[in-house]
């Protein structure tokens, strides 16, 4: 049996997508090898959001061209955003690529290995559902669910839209109904997918439309469900009725990645993002007059073009007031084709770095507080096994969505009660007090 590997990159989004791959490679007859070495098939399912991703990727695809040299019948195959937006010069500039889909084009993924020519290579088109397809599920507990593909926003650093097309939302009978099966199977935790998840169904007819408010609701009646989280929102999207089905669901975590991406109302006016300075402190005021103990992580890009000291100040100035859990900091990367690449005030590299070495300090220090904080409290914990590196140690994750350690043992999937006894700003560490559910 020819075995398959898959190496992923970027966001929930490929990991689910991911799973798809896996499914309909093991449809196709092939087995899953247990590393690249062992693989007669490479997969790479690519993200292509900053030049970081794309010089990592291309470092891959060159060790796989050694390896092919040595072993001819090895196929490598490309899939996910840096594939298709390489569409053009995938199969001249990389002659070793045998197949090559974008990521409205995996169902496609089969027929592009056995194709010849231009055949090899499936792109545009995001008509299909991934979703619809097989998967391969990682946990048996814990599953992705997508609600839409693609993004309406016009966020003048990102080239997403032009990767993943316009928003698609899919119909709420087939996602409840996948989410029905998905606990049928055992699932308790989901979480919902979509670039801009909160944007969920405005493109449905009115016959058929679905807020994202009433999904939450409705996934939050599916009995066996009792963790619902969701990514990403975006603030704009963030109105009223969310966040009363946040607060009223009684199996939506008390968690939310609200990304911020610049504090400076001027710079988020550049960024196209629609909201400013005022609007996202009014956002989390409300967010936390709902759900007191809520834990809020954020994206923030540093060094955006014309990004000024006094911006920067304001992103810290919003950081701090604001406290969140954790966050993911970027420096800013131009994309080709994205409106700000083409903005002639980008910042000196050394700027950005320094920058983001305050940010980083700023959102450590906060982590650790807040973590800080729950020591003392009991938190419910679902477990997800022995941890990685000491297997007398088991981890899981709080619904405040923290990394939690722990003894004794719980298997994975079961729910447990943690009193939290130490915390560094990554983890919370403690003793179970008493299974909630075995
Ligand atoms: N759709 C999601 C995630 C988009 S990509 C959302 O809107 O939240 C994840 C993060 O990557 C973004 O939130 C942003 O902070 C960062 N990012 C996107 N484009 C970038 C770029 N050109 N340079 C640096 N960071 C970028
Ligand atoms: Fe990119 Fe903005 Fe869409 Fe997120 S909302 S995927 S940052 S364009
Ligand atoms: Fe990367 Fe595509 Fe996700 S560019 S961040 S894998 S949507």
Redesign the pocket.
């Known amino acids: 049996m020819r075995r398959y590997h898959v190496t992923t990159f970027g ?1 929930q989004m490929n990991v689910h997508d991911s799973e798809r791959i896996k499914g309909m490679l093991e449809g196709a007859g092939l087995g899953e090898a247990p590393d690249r070495d062992a693989a007669d098939v490479l997969v790479f399912n690519t993200c292509t ?2 030049e970081k991703a794309d010089d990592r990727l291309v470092q891959h695809l060159h060790d796989a061209r050694g390896r092919k040299e040595r072993d001819p019948d090895l196929q490598v195959v490309v899939a996910g955003c840096w594939a298709e937006s390489q569409r053009e010069a995938i199969f001249r500039e990389f002659p070793w690529v045998d197949a090559a889909v974008g990521p409205g084009r995996i169902g496609s993924l089969a027929d592009a290995m056995r194709a010849e020519g231009d055949e090899r290579g499936a792109f545009g088109s995001f008509d299909d559902f991934a979703a619809d397809l097989p998967r391969r599920r990682e946990r048996d507990f814990q599953a992705w669910l997508q609600l839409s593909m693609g ?1 309406n926003s016009v966020c003048s ?2 080239i ?1 839209p032009s990767v993943r097309g316009r928003e698609r939302s899919r119909h709420p009978r087939e996602v409840l109904a996948e989410a029905r099966q998905l606990a049928a199977e055992g699932v308790t935790e989901i979480m919902l997918l979509g ?2 998840v909160n944007s969920y169904g405005r493109d449905l007819s009115p016959d058929e439309r679905c807020t994202f408010a009433e999904m939450l609701r409705a996934v939050d009646a599916i009995d066996g469900i009792s963790r619902i989280r969701f990514m ?1 929102p ?1 603030p704009k999207d963030m109105r009223g009725d969310v966040i009363a089905a946040m607060a009223e669901s009684d199996a939506v975590c008390n968690q939310l990645h609200l ?1 911020l ?1 610049s504090g400076s109302t001027r710079v988020l006016k550049r960024m196209r993002r629609t909201y400013d300075q005022g609007r996202y402190l009014d956002l989390v005021a409300r967010l936390r007059d709902a759900m007191p103990d809520i834990a809020l992580t954020t ?1 923030v ?1 540093v060094g955006f073009p014309g990004e000024s000291d006094a911006d920067f100040e304001d992103t810290l100035d919003v950081y701090e007031q604001v406290g969140f859990d954790h966050a993911f900091t ?4 131009p ?1 080709r084709g994205t409106e700000a690449a083409a903005f002639e005030d980008q910042v000196a590299d050394e700027v950005k770095h320094e920058r983001l070495e305050r940010l980083v300090d700023v959102v450590q220090r906060h982590a650790a507080a807040r973590n800080a904080a729950l020591v003392g409290t009991t938190q419910e914990v679902l477990s997800e096994g022995p941890s990685r590196t000491d297997p007398g140690v088991f981890r899981g994750k709080t619904r405040g969505n923290k990394t939690a350690l722990f003894t004794p043992a719980a298997p994975a999937g079961s729910v447990v009660s943690m009193v939290v006894e130490e915390s560094t700003s990554q983890t919370l560490r403690g003793r179970i007090l008493s299974p909630v559910v075995a």
């Open positions: 966001c959001i900053r993004c650093y990102c997403v670039q801009n990403s975006h990304p991406q994206d890009i970027f420096i800013y990367s994309r």
